[in-house]
């Protein structure tokens, strides 16, 4: 079964090339390009991901995450941007974004991180994740959230902002991923939220590792 993706993106030549590479991959199918967020939320596509750009003519990929989530409550959205500064890092995280990838990602990584975003996980860039690290600890834990997280929770939810699937934690930790979802499980009910962008989002927000 293919995983249908959709693509945001305003610049002709780089839209194309990301059509052709997702209808050329095994798994893969492109059901959908626009060339701005206005375009897009026009047609009523089914897609199981979004890869979508900031820098879009009219409204900015990060305003319209919000717009795409009320539409597709259960499509990924995965970002694909040049722009690599905190502002918009933080924004399109807090927003909801379930992956933030720089537009030089090698296909085959870009490949293997909608793989990860649709399993769960939170693909970033390695330099991206790097700097969502060094965002959150900027902030003032709020220590009535935090202080009722285990030290596995507080593990468990850093390799969350990290980009890290529920696989690939369970490897890290050497726990099941049984266990993993059980954890994550818990982190939603203590911090009350409902989804693992909310989660990272309250992480970054309160800084609550």
Known sequence: MSINVTLIEDHRD?????????????????????????????????ADLILLDIGLPGKSGTDGIVELRRL?????IVMLTGMDDDQNILRAILAGANGYLLKKTAPSQLLSSMKDAIEGGMPMTPSIAYK??????????????????????????THLV??????????????????????????????????????????????LI
Request: hydrophobic share 30%.
């Open 72 to 76: 597709y409550p259960d499509t990924q």
């Open 14 to 46: 780089f839209r194309d090339g990301l059509s052709f590479m997702i209808n050329n991959s095994p798994g893969f199918k492109c059901i959908g390009a626009y060339d701005s967020m206005e375009d897009a939320i026009r047609h009523d596509f089914k």
């Open 132 to 157: 969502v690290v060094q965002i959150f600890k900027k902030y003032v834990p709020d220590q009535n959230s935090s202080s009722s997280l285990t030290k596995r929770e507080k593990e468990i939810l």
């Open 162 to 207: 990290e980009g890290f699937n529920y696989k690939e934690i369970s490897q890290k930790l050497y726990i099941s991923i049984d266990t993993v979802r059980n954890h994550i499980r818990h982190i939603y009910e203590k911090l009350q939220v409902h989804s693992k962008s909310q989660a990272v989002a309250k992480a970054l927000k309160e800084g």
